[in-house]
Nanobody
Framework: QVQLVESGGGLVQPGGSLRLSCAAS????????MAWYRQGPGVQRELVAA???????NYADSVKARFTISRDNAKNTVYLQMSNLKPDDSAVYYC???????????WGQGTQVTVSS
């Protein structure tokens, strides 16, 4: 069992930056692929960025060059650095952990990001 707790969301003006954190507990963090998803009002949850246990990353086209995902296995934490934020980035952001070589996954409770002037 893995518990995930997101933090760092909030209200930011267009063009601003935020860093989301997701702290994991309850299992060996390094064996989990980690990802950030988001869900805006009335839309499906979508993948924003992912990082494998080996450190390989991938991003949704809409956030490439603006967002950076990283992980610190010593701190059991994954981060999402978001820059040049746009109103379309407003959503609840969820942390996801998927145990490598399995379909077992866990979700955090989500953190709200609102980009508005």
């Amino acid at each position: 069992q893995v518990q995930l707790v997101e933090s760092g969301g909030g209200l930011v003006q267009p063009g601003g930056s935020l860093r989301l954190s997701c702290a994991a507990s309850g299992s060996i963090f390094s064996i989990y692929h980690m990802a950030w998803y988001r869900q805006g009002p009335g839309v499906q949850r979508e993948l924003v960025a992912a990082i494998t246990t080996a450190g390989t990353t991938n991003y949704a086209d809409s956030v490439k060059a603006r967002f950076t995902i990283s992980r610190d296995n010593a701190k059991n934490t994954v981060y999402l650095q978001m820059s040049n934020l746009k109103p379309d980035d407003s959503a609840v952001y969820y942390c996801n952990a998927r145990r490598r070589n399995t379909a077992t996954e866990y979700w955090g409770q989500g953190t709200q990001v609102t980009v508005s002037s």
